[in-house]
């Protein structure tokens, strides 16, 4: 069965601090890992990751994926309040098959 | 833009009613799915699609079950709604042209009493 692990469940920082999120995967046939944004709506694309060590940027946020390991972090650089959400990980498998974490409820206080 | 709709953001049903949740998406994508999500548990997968009238199930499609008789809807139905339904539901549509990733309607939160 496919599982999708996610570090802290729940985090609270204050604006300006750097977090790390972490994310463990067991997926057969892996395709890639995805990070999701969820405020109070659907969830929103930040990354897709398929090849190990290369980072994927966007601003403030980055992510890595560890195929040794089978894991990804995401960092979030310079927290603002704006941040505060859950960060959904799921890993692909053959067939766009998602399989998600429970997610980290991420806290920015100003 | 990727657009994907579903019917109702809010719903209440009795016990044993049946409920259609709709899934609309204007894309063209070949490939949607039905989630729930509950606190702590995150997204599960019910139900997904890979075209028209075909449909696979997902890790929980116990007491669930899905049409899609055209390619840009797809309909969860809950035979008879129990309260452990109680759950947002949310569709995705997916389309592995540029962007791989999973497009997401804005949900439905079902409440059954």
């Known amino acids: 069965e496919d599982k999708v692990v996610q570090s802290p469940l729940s985090l609270v920082v204050h604006e300006g601090d750097t977090v790390t999120l972490n994310c463990s995967y067991e997926?057969?046939?892996?395709?890639?890992l995805l990070w999701y944004k969820q405020e109070k709506k659907a969830p929103t694309f930040l990354f897709m990751l398929?090849?190990?060590?290369i980072e994927k940027k966007s601003g403030r946020l980055s992510s890595i994926l560890d195929k040794k390991e089978l894991s990804s972090i995401l960092n979030i650089t310079a927290t603002q309040t704006g941040d505060s959400a859950i960060y959904l990980c799921?890993?692909?498998?053959?067939?766009?098959?998602?399989?998600f974490g429970e997610g980290t409820q991420l806290t920015v206080n100003p | 833009d990727v657009k994907v709709t579903q019917s109702s953001r809010y719903l209440v049903k009795r016990t044993g009613e049946k409920v259609f949740l709709e899934c609309v998406q204007d894309?063209?994508?070949?490939?949607m799915f039905w989630y729930r999500q509950d606190p702590g548990l995150g997204l599960r997968l019910i139900y997904f699609?890979?075209?028209?009238?075909?449909?696979e199930k997902g890790d929980i499609p116990e007491g669930y079950s899905v049409s899609r008789e055209k390619k840009e809807r797809f309909s969860l139905i809950l035979e008879s709604a129990s309260t452990n339904q109680t759950s947002m539901y949310l569709c995705?549509?997916?389309?592995?042209?540029?962007?791989?990733?999973?497009?997401f309607g804005p949900g439905t939160r079902l409440t059954v009493l």
């Open positions: 398929t090849s190990s060590g």
């Open positions: 894309m063209d994508h070949e490939n």
């Open positions: 799921a890993g692909e498998t053959s067939g766009s098959r998602l399989t």
């Open positions: 997926v057969t046939n892996f395709r890639s």
């Open positions: 699609s890979y075209d028209v009238k075909m449909k």
């Open positions: 995705a549509t997916y389309s592995r042209d540029i962007y791989n990733e999973q497009f």
